[in-house]
C-alpha cells in the first residue's frame, strides 16, 4: 500500500507541475507578483495532495524568525520536498538554483519570470560573483534569497558539507542569515520512489547577525543547522518506533 499510494502521489505531483507550467503559461506575461501567487499555490496543493495521498504533513516551528524584508536564508537541503515547500512561508523568495534547470522548457521560463537565481557551479569565482550581484539585487528588492549552502541533497545523518557560497553571501549582503533545519529525507527520501506516512518538519532558527568573520559565521551556521537537523532525525526516529 505504501509504494501504491507513492505512486499515486507522483503522478498527481507532476501532473499538477504540467498544469501549472503548461496551462499556466500565461503568467509568464502578467506581472511577477500574480506569477509568484501562482507559484506558492502550485506548491500549497502538492502539500496538499502530499497529506492526503501519502499521509505525509507539515509542520513550521520557529515562525517568528521568517524574514520579511531582504535577508539570507540558509539551510539543509535532504530532499526536493524542501525546493517548494517551503515557499508559500515566504513574501518574496529568491531561491539559489542550479542553473541547468533553466534549460528546461516551460520550467526555466518561469524561473526567469520569478527572478531566481541561476548558478553554474562549474564557473568557480564566476558563479560567486554573479550570484552575489543577483542576491544584491533581490535583497534591495526586500526579498528573501533562500539557498542550500551544502549545493545537493544529503541524506538524513551524511556528513556536512558545506560550501563557500553561503560566506560569500552573507559577507556581500550585510544582512542577516537565518539558518533552518530540516528532517524532510525521512520521508521523501532523495532519489527513491518512495513516499513516507509522518510529518517533516522544517525549523528556523534565530538569525544569524550581519558583521561576523566569515569563520565565526560559517561555524555559528554548521552548528544551528547540523544541531538542529540531529535533533528532529532523532525526534522522528522515536515516533517511527512507537
Known sequence: MLWLRAALYNIVFYVNLAAFLIGGAFFLALPRSWAMAALKAWATTSLWWLKVICGTRMEVRGREYIPRDGALVAGKHQSTWETFAILPLFADPAVVLKKELTYIPFFGWFIYKFRMIPVEREAGPAALRAITARAGEAVAMSRQVIMFPEGTRRAPGAPPDYKPGAAALYLKLGRPC????????????????????????????PPIPP????????????????????????????????
Open 178 to 205: 537565518v539558518p533552518f533545519a530540516l528532517n524532510s529525507g525521512l520521508y521523501w527520501p532523495r532519489r527513491k520512489f518512495l513516499r513516507r506516512p509522518g510529518t517533516i518538519i522544517v525549523e528556523f532558527l
Open 211 to 242: 558583521g561576523l568573520p566569515r569563520r565565526d559565521f560559517e561555524r555559528r551556521l554548521i552548528e544551528a543547522v547540523e544541531t538542529t537537523t540531529a535533533r528532529l532525525e532523532a525526534e522522528a526516529k522515536v515516533v517511527y518506533k512507537k
